[in-house]
């Protein structure tokens, strides 16, 4: 597809989930190569912005178009599989295995077979692990003694496993601990720039979404629209004089 298309677009979208009143987008545009962070959704808004963009879910109204089609023209398993297969989703979601090493977790994307992985495997597994920044001594110890840090820095790599075209992360920082999220940020955003990746960042942290993404955007809850970060603040400042 063009590298400049559109890799997600939604369009009037409205989705119920239990609270007072439902997740709007007016229009949102993600082109492919493009980096982009979203203010204004808590964890459970963005769970549910994650799936309707991955087709999970539907829309109660409006349009979800990803890499050209519309997620409602999704009708059968096989398909919507290979449409997962193109995002890479980074999520305190994402389940971990305690009685697994940091190694034998971040290759089950590519393999079951961890017990005693063959030569290829494990070079593909420590080429994803250098790229996200987890050591050769940090690959072998047990899960359950990964620190949160690790633990995020697992999860990205489980989301690159696949060479996903669109890495959707929700509050990826949230877990990190604060001592570790400059060296963080830094890596997520080499990893979407020497990728050329697509990335869709939904965060409440206005410093780490400009370190990370090019471009800020806040949502108006009221009206689904989304606007720019610094248009944001000038508006409640004129709104507050």
């Known amino acids: 597809m063009n590298s400049a298309g559109p890799a997600i677009e939604l369009r009037g979208v409205s989705k119920a989930y239990g ?14 190569g493009q ?7 808590d964890r459970a808004a963005a769970e549910v912005l994650v799936n309707l963009i991955t087709a ?11 890499f050209g089609s519309r997620t409602n023209h999704v009708t059968d398993f096989d398909t919507w599989v290979r ?17 697994l090493t940091v190694e034998q977790n971040l290759a089950l994307p590519l393999s079951l077979e961890v017990d005693d992985m063959a030569p290829e495997l494990r070079r593909r597994v ?33 989301a690159l496993a696949l060479d996903p075209w669109v890495l959707l992360a929700e509050h990826p920082n949230a877990a990190v601990p604060p001592g570790e999220l400059p060296r963080f940020s830094a890596d997520l955003a080499a990893v ?9 960042v939904l965060t ?6 400009a370190a990370v993404c090019k471009h800020v955007l806040t949502l108006r809850p009221a ?7 610094s248009r944001w603040n000038r508006w409640f400042a004129r709104d507050g004089a």
Do not use: C, Y
Request: hydrophobic share 45%; aromatic share 4%.
């Open 204 to 209: 409440a942290d206005t410093a780490f979404a």
């Open 126 to 158: 420590g080429k994803i692990a250098d790229e996200v920044g987890i050591g050769p001594t940090e690959r072998t110890q047990p899960m359950r003694r990964a620190g949160a840090g690790l633990r995020m820095r697992l999860r990205l790599g489980k």
């Open 83 to 99: 449409l997962l297969d193109r995002f890479g989703i980074l999520s305190e979601r994402v389940a971990l295995i305690d009685e």
């Open 192 to 200: 979407a720039a020497q990728r050329g990746l697509a990335m869709l």
């Open 56 to 66: 999970a879910t539907l829309p109660d109204a409006g349009e979800v178009e990803v």
């Open 223 to 229: 009206t689904g629209e989304l606007v720019h970060a």
């Open 35 to 41: 980096t982009v962070a979203l203010l204004g959704f």
């Open 19 to 32: 609270t007072l009143r439902p997740l709007r987008i007016g229009h949102f545009v993600l082109r492919q």
